[in-house]
């Protein structure tokens, strides 16, 4: 375990640990742009110049590694100068497109020269021009003028896709990043690359000049595309959202996230349930007072008794309105009859990287709480609470009355008797649990739209109407599942990491 | 004139002198034999070691000291690469050496991979050596048929193959990882050291790579012993360069001289002196990396490792470029700055950016554009490339800018005020 110095700090690291990392560590800024903590060190931006006693040049950061003794300083004159030179020298080239420039107000450029240099342009040659608006694909758009040639996108293809679908052409200052030719990307993580370049050269074709990142508030959430639970961010402003990006996982996703989940954003959008739906004398359904649709329901939930009702707990909902659930029939109603998402529901394509076959987000976080599936009953499901859609047609032919708990306008919840709209993960506070016992919680990015709530929010409601208390605080109702269920057994909501924590099998 | 001690061109004069049954005449591969079948490896490394040796591909690494690098556990194979891609602007002396006598190269390199332990080395000749690389083809299919390579090489258990690689134009692949590197059929480009090729080189394993006229001086070493080369030349740079000359002389070309020869000598003796009676202005001792001389700072000048650092230059690949009072040195600069620019492989921010802006200023200037500043600019650029980069392709484009900048720049300054 060498001890170094690093600019007066003495520290101490692992063998092999570079100058860099150790920084990274202890919290000193060194400025870089090739180097990524996922990927293979490729030293070519010779940004993070830092100064060693004792070494007659300056050296990089990144590749090089601590040594006892070593004293390091990254912001001793000789350092600096040579940090400002290396930026002079990258920003001679590099176009004035931040006013039309995606990347303005996350660019690493942009954040370096303010931090580092601050130094005035003294290039007045002509600057070599490249392909701007390159499509590699359909997804990404490529401006090799504002490439600075960090080589991350080609190290990503290599070494995380492992496709190998980019490489750098032609030599010096004519080089530029491209696909092969007559070939597009074709990777289901290719907007990762979005994600690490390091400038405006890669950006996103769904999310071009839709909105100023400086506008964007980032929430905590997570995916719920599959039962990966991949750590996001969604970028809002206002009550939208415009993008989802990764968050550092370790334990989950590491850094990335596949296409299909970061473009799923969008589904919030859909065919949604914005108030609460009665079916009316003719059959249709109407919009009606929250109050009203609760009293019809608990009038003939009444009617038909406990032993007659069933909860179909939901392995697309959180852990919260799957417990108010089981809470509500059972100390509401008396009813001790529950089901859950059929096993060969919500199934589709894995593949060998993050995506799993299992598209539901809380499948795990279901069986934890006590739900399967149970093939219904006749006699036990007169009524029926179902959360989703997972409900055959059969049993639909067979069941006198179905109340539905929904975020989306589903065909299912076309032919219930009480619609109760619902809200999507990422518009409220709420836990899952991913594939492998990770508990995770999403924080509320956005309103959801019209009246809709959390579903825990609604059966505490209905809780309300027949004297039962359910929390509506998503903390309290952890804490409750905590102390019931050995599983569980975590710490508090708001102590419970941003990464998430294990379960207990 | 002195007398020049003939290692390396000791055949050149002769007929058909790149012939096997030329070389034999003199002893060739006899050398070669009595290392494969009667020494240890050990002895000889420590001849090359003894002899003081130098990497004559401009660097100046002590060879025996550079083959005494590889890991002492046979755990991997180790590879021998010769770096025939002479591409230092000015330097034509391996070309002579691959066209007039390919197997002197082919025996030292022979046993230099008896030295090292190598059984399959490789020759990265320079894409444009047509003849050259005929030539060499022509000698290893010779040795081939007489068994000095391929599988029992001199009727011994030892085997050693030996491949023609060629390039396809690319200055930064005389570096020697982006050689190793191009080998491999990746594109030609540096990698980062540490580590080093004679730990991690051509497809990971250790490497050794040597030039040319360097593996082509080891048979004389071996066969003369080590001392014996090392009483030749000067305290620190031991034996025989081949030197380059070109420009308005009346002899150009490539002259075998003993380290510390007076360059004045070399120029006024050699090489018969300027052209049209004209006089000297300025000489690149070294191939265009290296800081340029003006002609009173090369009176005095002897051509060895050391002289040349006390006066501030390099010895470098011994390619001797001479200005007379004629020319432009604006112009030329432009020229040099325009190759190094053309070559940058394009890794690194410096060199990529830098070696193109230091171009167009100097294009600027050319034409009679420049501006108030410019050489300021000029200078800082230049020193803000050096010491940053992944190889000193970035220093070897910086140097001649300072360097022409700090001996002539009343020449620039006249440019730009016109």
């Known amino acids: 375990m060498p001890k170094a110095t690093i600019n007066g700090r003495e520290i101490e690291v692992a063998q092999g640990t570079t100058i860099l990392a150790a920084c990274e560590e202890i919290g000193v800024r060194i400025p870089y742009f090739c180097w990524h903590p996922a990927l293979s060190i490729a030293g070519n931006c010779r940004m993070c110049l830092v100064e060693i006693e004792k070494f007659p040049k300056l050296v ?55 931090e580092f240099s601050l130094q005035k342009s003294r290039f007045i040659e002509e600057k070599v021009e490249k392909p701007k608006r390159k499509y590699l694909s359909d997804k990404i758009v490529y401006d090799g003028e504002r490439c600075i040639l960090c080589s991350r996108c080609v190290r990503f293809s290599d070494e995380i896709t492992k496709d190998s679908q980019l490489g750098i052409f032609q ?18 993580y290719q907007l990762n690359m979005v994600d690490i370049c390091p400038v405006g050269a890669l950006t996103s074709v769904d999310f071009r000049f839709k909105c100023r990142a400086w506008y964007l508030v980032p929430t905590a959430s997570i995916c719920t595309k599959c039962a990966r639970g991949c750590s996001i961010i969604a970028d809002h402003k206002g009550d939208r959202i415009f993008r989802y990006r990764p968050r550092k996982n370790p334990y989950i996703n590491s850094f990335w996230m596949c296409d299909e989940g970061r473009l799923s954003y969008k589904e919030i959008e859909g065919n949604r349930c914005t108030k609460p739906l009665v079916k009316n004398v003719r059959g249709k359904l109407s919009v009606a007072s929250w109050d009203d649709a609760i009293q019809i329901v608990v009038k003939r939930f009444k009617e038909f008794g406990g032993a007659s009702i069933t909860g179909i707990a939901s392995a697309y909902e959180t852990n919260e309105a799957n417990w108010a659930l089981k809470k509500l029939l059972s100390g509401g109603f008396g009813s001790t009859n529950f089901s859950a998402t059929a096993e060969n529901i919500g199934k589709g394509e894995g593949d060998q990287f993050l995506k799993l076959e299992d598209k539901t987000p809380n499948r795990f976080g279901i069986k934890k709480l006590g739900f399967t599936f149970n093939p219904l009953s006749t006699e036990k499901s007169r009524g029926i609470i179902l959360m989703g859609d997972d409900i055959s047609t059969e049993s639909l032919e067979k069941v006198e009355f179905l109340v539905v708990i929904s975020p989306y306008m589903t065909e299912i919840a076309k032919k219930a008797d009480i619609v109760f709209p619902s ?41 309300q109407a027949v004297s039962l208390s359910i929390p509506t605080c998503p903390a309290a109702i952890f804490k409750e599942i905590n102390k019931e269920n050995d599983a569980f057994n975590l710490i508090s909501w708001k102590d419970l990491d941003p990464c998430g924590a294990s379960t207990k099998a | 004139m002195a007398k020049t001690v003939k290692i390396l061109t000791k055949n050149w004069e002769k007929k058909d002198s790149y012939l096997l049954a030329t070389y034999l005449q003199d002893g060739g591969y006899e050398t070669a034999r009595n290392v494969v079948t009667k020494y240890s490896p050990d002895q000889v490394t420590a001849q090359v070691k003894q002899s003081g040796l130098r990497g004559r591909g401009g660097a100046g690494f002590p060879t025996g000291v550079k083959w005494g690098f590889l890991p002492k556990d ?12 002479e591409g230092e602007p000015g330097t034509f002396k391996d070309r002579y050496i691959m066209e007039l006598d390919p197997h002197m190269l082919v025996e030292g390199m022979i046993i230099a991979s008896f030295a090292i332990g190598c059984k399959l080395a490789f020759i990265y000749i320079r894409g444009e050596f047509d003849l050259p690389k005929l030539r060499l083809e022509a000698a290893i299919d010779e040795a081939y048929r007489a068994g000095y390579l391929g599988k029992n090489i001199f009727g011994t258990d030892i085997g050693l193959d030996l491949v023609v690689h060629a390039g396809a134009g690319a200055y930064v692949c005389g570096e020697e990882t982006a050689l190793i590197e191009s080998i491999e059929g990746k594109k030609g480009q540096p990698r980062l050291k540490p580590p080093f090729p004679a730990v991690v080189g051509l497809f990971g394993c250790p490497t050794i790579v040597n030039n040319v006229e360097t593996l082509a001086a080891v048979p004389w070493i071996i066969k003369n012993g080590g001392e014996a080369y090392a ?61 340029i001389l003006t002609a009173k700072e090369v009176e005095n000048l002897k051509i060895d490792y050391e002289c040349c650092v006390l006066a501030e230059t390099m010895l470098g690949s011994g390619a001797v470029i001479v200005f007379d009072e004629t020319a432009d040195m604006v112009d030329h600069l432009t020229t040099l700055a325009h190759f190094y620019a053309h070559e940058s492989c394009g890794q690194c921010t410096p060199c990529r950016w830098g070696t193109h802006w230091c171009y167009q200023i100097l294009k600027r200037i050319n034409e009679g554009k420049g501006k108030f500043g410019d050489l300021e600019l000029l200078s800082d650029v230049a020193a803000n ?11 070897a484009a910086a140097v001649p800018i300072l360097s022409f900048l700090k001996k002539f720049r009343p020449e620039f300054e006249a440019k730009i005020k016109a």
């Open chain 1, 60 to 114: 990089i950061a990144c590749n090089t590694v601590v040594t006892e003794g070593m004293i390091v300083h990254t912001n001793s004159d000789k350092a600096k100068k040579g940090q400002q030179g290396v930026l002079e020298i990258m920003l001679a080239n590099h176009p004035l497109d931040c006013p039309i420039c995606d990347q303005a107000g996350e660019c690493m450029l942009q954040d370096r020269y303010f």
């Open chain 1, 171 to 188: 030599r010096g200052a004519h080089s530029v990043v491209d696909v092969f030719p007559g070939k597009t990307l074709t990777s289901d």
């Open chain 1, 423 to 463: 809200a999507h993960a990422v518009e409220q506070f709420g836990s899952y649990v991913n594939f492998e016992g990770r508990v995770q919680k999403t924080e509320k990015a956005v309103r959801a739209p019209g009246e809709a709530i959390p579903a825990y929010q609604i059966l505490a409601l209905i809780g």
């Open chain 2, 74 to 85: 046979k755990k991997k194979p180790v590879y021998l690469c010769c770096n025939a891609d």
């Open chain 2, 231 to 291: 009483e030749l030349g000067t305290a620190q740079s031991k034996g025989t360069k081949l030197f380059c000359v070109s420009g308005p002389v009346n002899k150009p070309g490539v002259y075998e001289c003993e380290m510390g020869y007076p360059l004045k000598a070399l120029l006024e003796e050699n090489c018969g002196g300027m052209k049209d009676g004209r006089r000297l202005k300025a000489v690149i001792p070294g191939g265009s990396s290296t800081p």
């Open chain 2, 385 to 395: 490339m050096m010491g940053k980069t992944i190889c000193p392709l970035s220093d």
